[in-house]
């Protein structure tokens, strides 16, 4: 199966998830340590076809899972640190610029990848999409609204923006990981293994006593029909986390990373029915500025994604 399809179905996966996520999780699990606690173990339903999938891989491999997958929670937890400290209008482009900048070094670096011109023009095509889809004014945009929905602040200092350029690192770092893993491993047993180290990052914390009191109060209000849709969403995000892992086994992990900005295009589809349908519950920003930039971004995807198929 083509890796492009593949990365495409997975963005739109997630970000129906994304969109879910911001209506549930304000009411629900309204902190971030509590959050990343659930999608770190969360990820162990893949657990569920390990006694066909998964295989012993060796000591090496086996710790190289472990790490890579512990760098995700962490990775995690320095998003939503850069996003409570920071203006989210910058905090999320520089995030989602940091990604396949960070993955595109890597991967050369670590991978030997390398990238016909084609291919570095649709890199930089997308990386620019995403960063002039992500540069939404605040307001009612669909970007702010969900922001707002996280009941995150905004605070300019230098510690936010060092804090998500950390994060775009981590994100990038396990990527990369992800992908030197699969390049000697069946996909399913090293993304089994993957998620197993994720799981034990996640159980790491619960060390600090007043990190385990936050994240066992927070779990203590996941009750009920909210608490099954929440359980339900995360099943969801697994299908499309997987399939995103999927598409960086069969393709160039730099590549699947700048596609970041079709996950935001689909968000913006998304957001503007919702506005149609359901107007009292998101109101779209639509000046003349903002749909050009909206335009304009979509513009650049798209002969993005066109540089890759074609």
């Given at each position: 199966?083509?890796?492009?399809?593949?990365?495409?179905?997975?963005?739109?996966?997630?970000?129906?998830?994304?969109?879910?996520?911001?209506?549930?999780?304000?009411?629900?699990?309204?902190?971030?340590?509590?959050?990343?606690?659930?999608?770190?173990?969360?990820?162990?339903?893949?657990?569920?076809?390990?006694?066909?999938?998964?295989?012993?891989?060796?000591?090496?491999?086996?710790?190289?899972?472990?790490?890579?997958?512990?760098?995700?929670?962490?990775?995690?937890?320095?998003?939503?640190?850069?996003?409570?400290?920071?203006?989210?209008?910058?905090?999320?482009?520089?995030?989602?610029?940091?990604?396949?900048?960070?993955?595109?070094?890597?991967?050369?670096?670590?991978?030997?990848?390398?990238?016909?011109?084609?291919?570095?023009?649709?890199?930089?095509?997308?990386?620019?999409?995403?960063?002039?889809?992500?540069?939404?004014?605040?307001?009612?945009?669909?970007?702010?609204?969900?922001?707002?929905?996280?009941?995150?602040?905004?605070?300019?200092?230098?510690?936010?923006?060092?804090?998500?350029?950390?994060?775009?690192?981590?994100?990038?770092?396990?990527?990369?990981?992800?992908?030197?893993?699969?390049?000697?491993?069946?996909?399913?047993?090293?993304?089994?293994?993957?998620?197993?180290?994720?799981?034990?990052?996640?159980?790491?914390?619960?060390?600090?006593?007043?990190?385990?009191?936050?994240?066992?109060?927070?779990?203590?209000?996941?009750?009920?029909?909210?608490?099954?849709?929440?359980?339900?969403n995360q099943a969801i995000a697994a299908i499309g986390f997987l399939l995103q892992n999927?598409?960086?086994?069969?393709?160039?992990?730099?590549?699947?990373?700048?596609?970041?900005?079709?996950?935001?295009?689909?968000?913006?589809?998304?957001?503007?029915?919702?506005?149609?349908?359901?107007?009292?519950?998101?109101?779209?920003?639509?000046?003349?500025?903002?749909?050009?930039?909206?335009?304009?971004?979509?513009?650049?995807?798209?002969?993005?994604?066109?540089?890759?198929?074609?």
């Amino acid at each position: 199966m083509n890796w492009l399809v593949v990365a495409i179905f997975a963005y739109l996966i997630l970000a129906l998830v994304n969109l879910a996520d911001k209506f549930l999780l304000d009411k629900i699990v309204p902190s971030a340590k509590t959050y990343t606690f659930l999608v770190s173990v969360l990820g162990l339903i893949v657990l569920v076809v390990a006694p066909w999938a998964l295989h012993w891989p060796g000591i090496y491999w086996l710790i190289v899972n472990l790490l890579v997958g512990a760098i995700f929670p962490f990775a995690l937890l320095l998003l939503y640190r850069a996003l409570k400290l920071g203006d989210t209008s910058k905090i999320i482009p520089l995030i989602g610029g940091a990604i396949p900048i960070f993955t595109i070094a890597l991967s050369i670096l670590f991978l030997g990848d390398s990238f016909s011109l084609r291919q570095w023009l649709a890199i930089v095509l997308l990386i620019c999409g995403t960063v002039l889809m992500a540069l939404m004014p605040a307001g009612h945009s669909l970007w702010s609204q969900m922001m707002l929905w996280f009941g995150l602040a905004k605070v300019k200092n230098r510690e936010a923006i060092m804090t998500a350029i950390g994060a775009g690192l981590l994100f990038a770092l396990f990527f990369v990981g992800t992908k030197y893993t699969y390049q000697a491993q069946e996909f399913l047993s090293a993304f089994i293994w993957v998620r197993i180290g994720t799981f034990l990052a996640g159980l790491a914390l619960l060390l600090p006593k007043e990190q385990r009191h936050e994240i066992f109060h927070g779990l203590r209000k996941i009750h009920g029909g909210k608490g099954f849709l929440l359980f339900a969403n995360q099943a969801i995000a697994a299908i499309g986390f997987l399939l995103q892992n999927y598409a960086i086994f069969l393709g160039s992990v730099a590549l699947v990373n700048a596609l970041q900005g079709v996950q935001y295009a689909f968000l913006l589809v998304l957001g503007a029915l919702i506005s149609v349908f359901y107007p009292n519950l998101l109101k779209e920003n639509i000046s003349t500025k903002v749909i050009i930039q909206k335009f304009l971004a979509v513009i650049l995807i798209s002969i993005g994604l066109y540089f890759l198929a074609f």
